[in-house]
């Protein structure tokens, strides 16, 4: 929920750290903070605000001498968002400096310990206990490598709950970085080398990369990386990053968010290129459910965004493979009496990043039933790609703004690879390869909608922007993407948005329909084409009743409707055209088309898009 950064070498430290700290400012910006070690001690600058509101309090004038650092962009989890509660924290001597990345479970009977040894607080955090603990492991000894490093695992050994840290120490020439559930990379440099929460801090400076595994501790100076697990010396691997610093950057966007909505059919494109030859699908990887699949089924797991994403797959699966699809929000998972039957269920846990607290707790707890796991990530590397038998990697490339938009779309596309990879032994072949050429045509799908709908969508962004509340109607493979609609709005315009299955209104949500609450209902038409055996179009006249049922208590709609499709306009107030497909694939068009209808209105009512109130992009506390 954090970023941190660390920076030991024979540069200037303190530009390298702010500049890192920007790039992941998406991890966390109500306030910000760094530590420079310098001939004197230790430095601290840091303040309530983001990246940018600290710079201008750093006075650049005076002379600040440092080759190490460290950094920290904070999302709050203890004490409000406030200079004191900035890190890095010190210890009460302000020889040791701490940022931290996680949630110390058991802070407050470690706090309550160091006060009566005569320790003394100064802010709300978890994280302080924590310089005060090194110095108290310290304490009688000389401030040497050897013995900075054991204080920093004895420190360690009594913290319960999460953690990435970087520890930095008056006279002492390196860093010491350790990781428990949360993410830390090492970027490996000439002569130099960074510490970082994500790959994009330390992309401008290298593209060489070590990801540490849970319960590394490392001891990194300018010259070298050590590395220990469990008190032995381990050797981790390092990874050459392909994606550039240009892909991280705005690319003359307003915001992320809109470029990477723009990415969306690119996004399509190289999910594709990396598992689809002429007719065939390859995902390397073998779910132990081939052939004869009875008593065989899967379980997803995964939170937010990508839990929407699942439940269009758990349709896309079920329709195509005939495989029985179960789906739990990890969260729940965690601490539910879910039973599995190791021997008969695949997991796959779905997390963009990799490292979403919840869903690697999940993935830990199916592991342990013995079932076999697949993890669906978009990076190379993170703690999922670790913890799963395999892993199918979405092809998004970077993501920066905090709502996910491409490798939403990205991960719809592993499942229809999936299906249809499974589906062979149950569909004619003729019906394979039509499904299949349709699924090449989802670039060219998406990228219509962004070409030819984006000034339409804009228009009705202004009208829904005047609203507070808003409701998302859609059914079938399509009400996942009205889930995924509703929490796109809400999360980046702060209109209060209800994603809702089209039939259950009439259960309830009725009750707060009026002038005021528009409806914005996914119509596009169900049909599959020639080959489908569960043709649907049912489910579109059922829609269009539920259209009259919303219009009769005074609600506007405004419809997702395919280009042609007349008969919707005799029912609603507004329509949003996207390019017709069949049923199974129109959840790509309608998904670009509600992200653009998000982020319009965000821009209408004029937010902070690319990084929205109270979230952070990568979920890595509990």
Not at 127 to 135: A, D, R, S
Not at 398 to 408: C, D, N, Q, Y
Not at 463 to 491: T, W
Not at 525 to 553: C, H, P
Request: aromatic share 6%; net charge negative.
């Amino acid at each position: 929920m954090c970023g941190i950064v660390g920076y030991v070498g024979e540069r200037d430290a303190l530009p390298i750290i702010l500049q890192s700290l920007k790039r992941i400012e998406y991890r966390g910006y109500d306030s910000a903070g760094v530590a420079c070690i310098t001939d004197n001690g230790i430095e601290v600058y840091k303040d309530k605000g983001k990246v940018d509101d600290v710079i201008e309090k750093i006075n650049y004038s005076k002379s600040i001498s440092s080759n190490s650092g460290i950094g920290h962009c904070r999302w709050a989890t203890h004490g409000a968002p406030s200079k004191t509660n900035a890190h890095p924290h010190l210890d009460g001597e302000g020889e040791i400096a701490v940022v931290h990345n996680g949630i110390i479970e058991n802070f407050q009977s470690l706090k309550e310990e160091l006060l009566s040894l005569g320790c003394t607080f100064v802010s709300e955090t978890d994280t302080e206990v924590i310089p005060h603990l090194i110095n108290h492991c310290l304490k009688n000894s000389g401030n040497v490598e050897w013995q900075l490093k054991e204080a920093v695992k004895e420190t360690l050994s009594r913290l319960t709950g999460s953690y990435a840290i970087i520890v930095a120490a008056k006279g002492f020439d390196g860093l010491v970085a350790a990781r428990k559930e949360s993410p830390l990379i090492i970027g490996v440099g000439d002569r130099e080398n960074f510490i970082a929460s994500d790959v994009p801090a330390v992309l401008e400076q290298t593209n060489r990369v070590i990801y540490l595994d849970e319960g590394d501790l490392a001891v990194v100076k300018n010259d070298s990386v050590y590395i220990e697990n469990g008190g032995a010396k381990v050797t981790r691997a390092e990874r050459l990053i392909s994606w550039t610093i240009e892909d991280a950057e705005k690319g003359g966007y307003e915001h992320f968010m809109l470029k990477e909505i723009h990415e969306e059919p690119k996004a399509i494109t190289d999910t594709l290129r990396g598992y689809l030859t002429e007719d065939e699908i390859t995902l390397g990887i073998d779910l132990g459910i081939e052939g004869d699949t009875k008593g065989k089924s899967i379980l997803m797991l995964a939170c937010g965004t990508s839990y929407y994403a699942a439940l269009c797959g758990k349709h896309i699966i079920e329709n195509l493979a005939k495989v029985p699809v179960q789906l739990e929000l990890a969260s729940e998972f965690n601490y539910s009496d879910f039973v599995l039957d190791g021997a008969n269920v695949v997991v796959m846990a779905i997390t963009q990043s990799g490292e979403t607290a919840d869903t690697l707790m999940a993935l830990k707890k199916a592991k342990r039933y013995g079932c076999k796991t697949v993890a669906i990530t978009n990076v190379v590397g993170s703690s999922a790609t670790r913890i799963a038998d395999e892993t199918i990697y979405t092809g998004a490339g970077p993501e920066i703004g905090v709502a996910a938009t491409k490798s939403f779309v990205a991960q719809l596309v592993i499942f229809y690879l999936l299906g249809l990879q499974k589906s062979l032994a149950k569909l004619p072949e003729a019906a394979f390869l039509e499904h299949l050429e349709e699924l090449r045509r989802m670039p060219q799908i998406a990228r219509l909608v962004l070409d030819e709908a984006n000034g339409n969508i804009q228009k009705h962004a202004r009208y829904l922007s005047k609203y507070d509340h808003a409701f998302f109607v859609g059914r079938g493979v399509n009400l996942p993407i009205a889930l995924e609609g509703a929490l796109k709005l809400k999360e980046i315009s702060y209109i209060h948005a209800e994603g809702y299955a089209a039939g259950e209104l009439k259960h309830g949500p009725f009750a707060l329909l009026t002038e005021d609450t528009p409806v914005v209902a996914i119509l596009t038409r169900q049909t599959l084409g020639k080959f489908d055996q569960n043709a649907s179009q049912n489910i579109y006249e059922k829609m269009l009743g539920n259209v009259k049922e919303i219009k009769a208590r005074g609600a506007p709609v405004i419809a997702i409707a395919e280009e042609g499709d007349e008969e919707v306009e005799k029912y609603v107030d507004a329509v949003i055209r996207v390019p017709g497909t069949g049923t199974i694939f129109s959840p790509i068009p309608n998904t670009v088309a509600l992200h653009l209808l998000a982020y319009w209105t965000a821009k209408e009512r004029g937010c902070e898009i690319d990084k929205p109130r109270n979230l952070a992009k990568s979920v890595t506390v509990e």
